[in-house]
């Protein structure tokens, strides 16, 4: 969802320039790549899109380290041609993938690349579960959290399918978030 044109798509065409690259094996759709070219330290740089938490490199599921290997090549090839000097990408966690690997950061790191910050991801398996049994697999933390959220009057709805509407109205909350941290 994060590398989709309609997800990316909510600025305005002409804040960022769009470097969209689709990377082909034997005349098929292999991996995609999103990003922006910006000016980054007086320098030309390829940045994950600034519209998106993560971006960067989607590969096809099971992807060998040596094909991840040559998508990273191809990269680094074209933003040379590009005259961009940065590559700056900001990887989903693992558990975002729908076979969750760590194919191609090892990729990134064998190329030379080097991690500018890490991020620790918690996940919390929903699977089928009812509330009650996801609000106890909760960390302690968290639970006194949701107690005091619920003492000041917020409340939690699970919804299993929900409407474009309610889709929307978390959007919303989503980036002015964002626009408060400066994201």
Excluded at 5 to 18: A, K, M, N, T, V
Excluded at 22 to 39: D, F, S
Excluded at 72 to 94: K, N, S
Excluded at 162 to 179: A, K, T, W
Aim: contains cysteine; negative net charge.
């Amino acid at each position: 969802v994060f590398h989709k044109q309609q997800f990316l798509g909510y600025h305005s065409e002409d804040r960022f320039e769009d470097h969209h690259l689709a990377v082909y094996k034997r005349n098929r759709l292999y991996a995609v790549i999103t990003g922006v070219i910006v000016e980054d330290r007086n320098e030309k740089a390829f940045v994950s899109h600034p519209g998106s938490s993560y971006g960067g490199v989607v590969l096809a599921d099971h992807c060998r380290f040596e094909d991840a290997a040559a998508v990273i090549t191809a990269l680094v090839t074209y933003m040379r041609e590009t005259d961009a000097g940065i590559i700056d990408l900001t990887l989903p966690p693992a558990p975002y993938y729908q076979v969750p690997h760590q194919t191609l950061e090892y990729a990134l790191v064998s190329a030379g690349f080097q991690y500018r910050k890490r991020e620790l991801t918690s996940v919390v398996a929903i699977d089928a579960a009812a509330p009650d049994s996801l609000y106890a697999r909760l960390p302690k933390k968290t639970r006194a959290d949701v107690r005091q959220a619920q003492k000041l009057g917020l409340g939690v709805n699970w919804i299993d399918d929900p409407s474009d509407d309610e889709l929307s109205v978390m959007y919303d909350m989503l980036l002015e978030n964002r626009q408060e941290l400066g994201l």
